[in-house]
């Protein structure tokens, strides 16, 4: 991606998240994320199994008895 | 006492035995920050009165014939985003100079507390902790104390400098991409990133909630020890401390390095490091009997993943503020927060991708390794303002390029002892070495460390400011 491309997807991802962006700072931003787009590319090179997953980022919390809101019969 | 040629251990040895007090402590140390730091600019909050009561807590257990803590009556500091009580907790920033004060400290800050430290104050930091240099804008650069016209390193930059400069001889700071391995590396002095979630980091401001550690600095190994052990405590309400149990290094860390196999990181890390800190870690390769060159796997795709991940994690947790008080932030920092906030997801979530497998491969090379090592900075301490940076003819960003050699590490979790070591071609100035081991294995890194210690090859050395 050129850097007029990614200037403006930083516009329109800005508009999109409601971050005021004038032209200096969408270039400034746009150099930041080339440099990014260039170290995803190695991500997008690894050879990822679907097993690959997250879902350790999120774990139930067991409740304790006392939590429990159900009605006694 | 001369608080600048004693450490941590010394200091509560004298306090227990009754040679001095914890207020006399405490009066030395103040005296020594009020005649220095306007030079250093590690301090942006003292806590004198909570300080002096702390101390005097101390000296009236004493008094009393009650026990004390390991820690009973050793001045500290903290990095301003851990929360302090009755203090606005600023991490770096001016933003949070609107939030209220904090209503508690932080979990770290009642460890030390319990263990009889005593607190005198906060630090600087780079903003929110997004950079490796604490040229903080809104609070002053911190300054190196080995040569005040240099970096502190950072983001944990006024710990480093608190502690090389003798104002304390603990400090304590946070860890997500190399923020306390990198002024430990520059101030020259001792450094400790625990695996990722050993400690509890309930009541700091985060950064990366998925990558962020907290740990100590000291001025000897065994004042790191000594913190170290202090602030274990499986802590259930942070989601992020998965330690299972207090795993003490202090009574194992003289066991010695025989049978541990320890190896050189080459490939990446050789080819980042410059001759001076090639040199650091060739001299403690050869201290611990280390021959062989170890290649870490896809450590560049596991620093991508770290710096996306930082990237999106750090944009996200300030949109709201980036929406209507951009304007108030770092400007050093300010473009890489919103660009994080703006990347596409798919980085994102492959990056946490990677990271499962990268951990994978990371644990295989323990199978074969005990310690590996490796340098903590590219390069000694940059001038201020320094822009870009040589590293072995090609140019890099000076500001991100500090973190090439942690930020692989610290993405796999791995303990981190950060040992202080002093090349011959940087004119005084320290870089560190990491020693690492297996995630949870902290123990392996204080014996080889304290054979480097014991050897005279990794110390702190006082400065005159």
């Known amino acids: 991606m050129n850097e007029p491309d990614v200037v403006t997807y930083v516009k329109s991802t800005a508009v999109l998240l409601g971050i005021p962006m004038d032209a200096a700072r969408a270039s400034r931003v746009a150099s930041h994320l080339q440099r990014t787009a260039a170290m995803a590319a190695l991500l997008n090179a690894a050879n990822l199994s679907v097993e690959e997953e997250l879902a350790e980022i999120y774990c139930p919390t067991l409740l304790k008895p006392n939590e429990y809101n159900l009605k006694q019969p | ?465």
């Open chain 2, 1 to 465: 006492m001369n608080i600048e040629a004693c450490d941590a251990l010394a200091m509560a040895a004298s306090v227990a035995s009754g040679e001095t007090t914890a207020r006399a402590l405490l009066d030395s140390c103040v005296k020594r920050i009020e005649a220095t730091d306007a030079k250093v600019n590690a301090f942006t909050d003292k806590t004198l009165s909570r300080a002096f009561a702390e101390a005097d807590a101390v000296d009236a257990r004493f008094t009393n014939g009650e026990a004390l803590g390991p820690l009973a009556g050793v001045p500290y500091a903290v990095k301003n985003l851990f929360d302090i009580e009755g203090i606005v907790t600023l991490a770096g920033s001016v933003v949070n100079r609107s939030h209220a004060p904090a209503a508690a400290d932080a979990f770290l800050i009642s460890q030390m507390k319990n263990a009889g430290a005593v607190l005198i104050g906060a630090l600087n930091m780079d903003e929110y902790a997004y950079g490796f240099t604490t040229e903080n804008t809104h609070y002053g650069a911190c300054h190196n104390p080995h040569d005040l016209s240099r970096i502190a390193g950072g983001s944990s930059g006024g710990s480093g400098a608190a502690v090389a400069a003798s104002h304390v001889p603990i400090a304590l700071g946070s860890d997500t991409n190399g923020s306390i391995r990198v002024p430990a590396s520059l101030c020259g002095v001792w450094g400790l990133k625990p695996t990722f979630g050993r400690l509890s980091r309930r009541g700091t401001y985060p950064f990366v909630y998925s990558i962020d550690h907290l740990g100590p600095m000291a001025s000897s190994l065994g004042g790191l020890a000594l913190a170290y052990d202090a602030l274990q405590c499986c802590d259930p309400l942070d989601a992020g401390c998965h330690a299972l149990e207090v795993q003490p290094v202090m009574p194992r860390m003289n066991h010695g390095i025989e049978g541990l196999r320890v190896g050189i990181l080459g490939g990446y890390f050789h080819d980042h490091a410059s001759r001076a800190a090639r040199e650091v870690v060739a001299l403690a390769a050869i201290t611990l009997g280390a021959t062989d060159e170890v290649i870490w796997p896809d450590a560049a795709l596991g620093r991508a993943a770290a710096v996306i991940i930082t990237a999106s994690e750090g944009g996200s947790l300030h949109l709201n503020d980036l929406r209507t008080r951009a304007d108030e932030f770092e400007p050093l920092s300010v473009d890489r927060f919103i660009a994080g906030a703006l990347q596409p997801a798919d980085w994102t979530i492959k990056a946490h991708r990677v990271r499962r497998q990268y951990r994978g491969k990371v644990n295989a090379l323990f199978k074969d390794w005990d310690i590996l090592l490796t340098a903590a900075t590219p390069v000694s301490a940059p001038m201020i303002g320094t822009d870009w940076l040589d590293i072995n003819s090609t140019q890099h960003p000076a500001r991100a390029a500090m973190g090439l050699l942690t930020q692989p590490i610290s993405f796999a979790g791995c303990p981190v002892v950060a040992a202080p070591m002093w090349p011959m071609q940087t004119s005084g100035m320290p870089i560190g070495v990491q020693i690492i081991a297996a995630p949870w294995r902290e123990d392996l890194a204080f014996r080889a460390a304290h054979v480097l210690a014991g050897a005279g090859v990794a110390h702190v050395k006082t400065v005159n400011l």
